[in-house]
């Protein structure tokens, strides 16, 4: 039972390149979020999926997209890299809704440079 | 405009008092509210929650005060103890808006032995 992973764990892209970080959680939640966390900030949430097929935008969804691609996963697509969006990312998962416990992965740095 | 407010970006303690982290909110819709824990390279973990219909909640060494007159929470850690060592989360969020949480900045807690 691994609960949340994500991959990568660490990775440097150049300005313009683009990526998807990969979620998956194992506890059969239905909702799933990323969030990222910078420097002087809180989490901040940017996209979430409340359950399968759905997506909504968070706090700070501009220049990202997302896709629940089946209960499990939920990946997180960055189209064309902004050192703006140097930070830590946090893929976090919730049997339904954030009444209930929220549960995160490990998180993925990213270096924008 | 920051709606969860952790003023103590840091606090110290000696193993065995107690540990107080404060946690003010601004938004009167706000009605339940949660603490997680984060160490360093893991993500955040749910440590315990309040409804705004309790003022207080308790496990184990950790208890949440809620006082909804003056919009302020805290988490009380009897006995701290070094692997509390960490940075702690509070998070809220109100009815509609689909319960989206809203996270403080964090408190850095170190229990010296």
């Known amino acids: 039972n691994a609960g949340v992973t994500q991959t990568p764990k660490f990775q440097v892209l150049k300005t313009g390149q683009s990526m998807t970080l990969q979620c998956a959680q194992d506890m059969n939640h239905n909702s799933m979020y990323w969030y990222r966390q910078d420097p002087g900030m809180g989490l901040r949430l940017i996209y979430y999926?409340?359950?399968?097929?759905?997506?909504d935008k968070g706090e700070v969804p501009n220049g990202y997209n997302v896709s629940r691609l089946n209960k499990r996963e939920f990946s997180l697509r960055l189209e064309s890299a902004a050192p703006s969006q140097t930070s830590v990312y946090f893929c976090?998962?919730?049997?339904?809704?954030?009444?209930?416990?929220?549960?995160f992965g490990p998180g993925t740095r990213l270096l924008v440079l | 405009d920051q709606q969860v407010k952790q003023n103590s970006p840091s606090l110290s303690v000696q193993e065995g008092r107690i540990s107080i982290l404060n946690c003010d909110y601004t938004?009167?819709?706000?009605?339940?509210f949660l603490w997680y824990k984060k160490y360093p390279a893991e993500g955040p973990t749910f440590l315990i929650s309040i409804s705004s219909i309790k003022d207080k909640n308790e496990d184990g060494r950790f208890t949440v005060f809620l006082n909804k007159s003056a919009k302020h929470l805290s988490l009380h850690i009897v006995p701290s103890q070094p692997g509390d060592s960490a940075v702690y989360f509070c998070a809220a969020s109100a009815s509609g808006n689909n319960r989206k949480l809203i996270w403080g900045l964090g408190t850095s807690l170190a229990v010296n032995p």
């Open positions: 999926s409340a359950s399968e097929g759905t997506t």
């Open positions: 976090a998962s919730s049997l339904q809704g954030t009444l209930e416990t929220q549960y």
């Open positions: 938004n009167s819709m706000f009605d339940y």
